[in-house]
């Protein structure tokens, strides 16, 4: 336990964090942003429906979304910094619909500032946010690193949902992702994209052990949605997915190769010379060699 504390409080304060990025992708939709005094929104118009993308700009490179259907809006993850959940409130306001529900796997704080919102999540996700839970864990050493902007408050009760779930809300489907780990993520084929957890294709991903990077490569085998949404890095196109393959494949290869977490992390350095997100390398190297 002193040892995953350690790496939490090194993901919260580290400086080297994914940072946006202006993915290209080839989805045939209309897009607009919209500036925010902290972030930044990019739509995308589907024609029957509208995704709203959250670039938080914020220490931890947050995103957060918004489908909007005819009639309703779906909130899939919150942010961890009170300011940026005010302003993201704020925007959803703005759009003069009711929030109909909110899918919530590993970003669940501060839900009390839109409302009274139903939450959606799994019982592993829920267990991780309460005492002793992972998720719980991160946001704990969050404040130690940020201090009191940070977010503290997430739900305890939730309507549980279970892996290949569907839940329909705003008359749209959304189907319940295995994601090898505690939480889920999210296939919305009305729109053709899904919500994954850590993507990003020069962006390393915190892996738990073998087991969670094998089950991650035959999730992303399987995927079959031309836009990909992701918690730290801009939406991309479906290319990415090939690209994370890849880099799952290698990562799983030099685990296997190198015999101590240093040894590990200067082979990945080697193989990914320009990916982003060390800290998150560390952590991956912290579960694998503990």
Not at 20 to 48: N, R
Not at 137 to 148: K, Y
Not at 151 to 171: F, H, K, Q, R, W
Not at 189 to 200: E, R, S, T, V
Request: proline share 3%; charged share 15%; net charge negative.
């Amino acid at each position: 336990m002193k040892k995953l504390t350690t790496l939490l409080l090194a993901f919260a304060t580290g400086l080297q964090l994914c940072s946006f990025a202006s993915a290209e992708s080839a989805v045939p939709v209309t897009t607009q942003s919209v500036a925010l005094p902290l972030g930044s929104v990019t739509v995308y118009d589907f024609g029957s429906a509208k995704l709203h993308a959250y670039h938080t700009m914020d220490a931890l490179a947050d995103q957060c979304y918004l489908v909007e259907g005819k009639d309703g809006l779906v909130m899939i993850e919150a942010s961890a910094f009170t300011a940026n959940l005010i302003e993201w409130n704020g925007y959803i306001q703005g759009l003069g619909k009711p929030v109909v529900g909110a899918l919530l796997s590993y970003h669940p704080n501060g839900m009390e500032n839109f409302g009274n919102v139903t939450v959606y999540t799994t019982k592993s996700a829920l267990a991780s946010w309460g005492e002793g839970g992972s998720v719980r864990g991160l946001t704990d050493s969050f404040v130690q690193g940020f201090g009191e902007v940070i977010a503290t408050s997430m739900p305890d009760t939730a309507e549980i949902v279970n892996y290949g779930d569907t839940v329909t809300l705003a008359g749209m489907d959304f189907v319940i992702r295995n994601e090898g780990d505690e939480g889920f993520g999210v296939e919305i084929p009305a729109i053709n994209c899904a919500y994954l957890h850590m993507m990003g294709s020069d962006c390393h991903n915190i892996l738990t052990g073998e087991a969670h990077i094998k089950a991650f490569i035959e999730e992303l085998k399987g995927f079959r949605y031309t836009l990909v949404l992701t918690s730290h890095y801009a939406p991309e196109g479906e290319d990415a997915v090939q690209i994370k393959i890849a880099y799952l494949e290698k990562t799983l290869e030099l685990a296997r190769s190198c015999s101590d977490a240093e040894s590990f992390i200067a082979a990945m350095n080697e193989a990914f010379p320009d990916y982003e997100g060390s800290n998150y390398l560390q952590m991956t190297a912290g579960f694998l060699y503990q």
